[in-house]
């Protein structure tokens, strides 16, 4: 099991930026694929990006050139630069983690952060 806690979240006006950061828990980190999710109101949670072994990345369309996630293993986090943001972007942001590589589908992910708020006004 691995504990995550996600901050960074805010108000913010469309075409600014923010950072978001998770911190994990454990000892084996650098093994895990880490990705954000996000759930706007009234709809599902939905995949944004994910990290797995040797730096590998992976991105939803929607996001794709304007969002980047990237991974301190000595600092057990991992991150996610959101440029040229869009009011569609608003959502509560969920890190996650599991063990092995690649995944894009919520199921397969045990660990989950509580989320942070992200808003963005047009």
């Known amino acids: 099991q691995v504990q995550l806690v996600e901050s960074g979240g805010g108000l913010v006006p469309a075409g600014d930026s923010l950072r978001l950061s998770c911190a994990a828990s454990?000892?084996?980190?650098?093994?895990?694929?880490m990705a954000w999710f996000r759930q706007a109101p009234g709809k599902e949670r939905e995949f944004v990006a994910v990290?797995?072994?040797?730096?590998?990345?992976y991105y939803a369309g929607s996001v794709k050139g304007r969002f980047t996630i990237s991974r301190d293993n000595a600092k057990n986090t991992v991150y996610l630069q959101m440029n040229n943001l869009k009011p569609e972007d608003t959502g509560v942001y969920y890190c996650?983690?599991?063990?092995?590589?690649?995944?894009?589908?919520?199921?397969?992910?045990?660990?989950w952060g509580p989320g942070t708020q992200v808003t963005v006004s047009s």
């Open positions: 996650a983690a599991k063990s092995g590589g690649f995944s894009n589908a919520r199921q397969t992910y045990p660990n």
């Open positions: 990290n797995w072994s040797g730096g590998n990345t």
């Open positions: 454990g000892r084996t980190f650098s093994s895990y694929a």
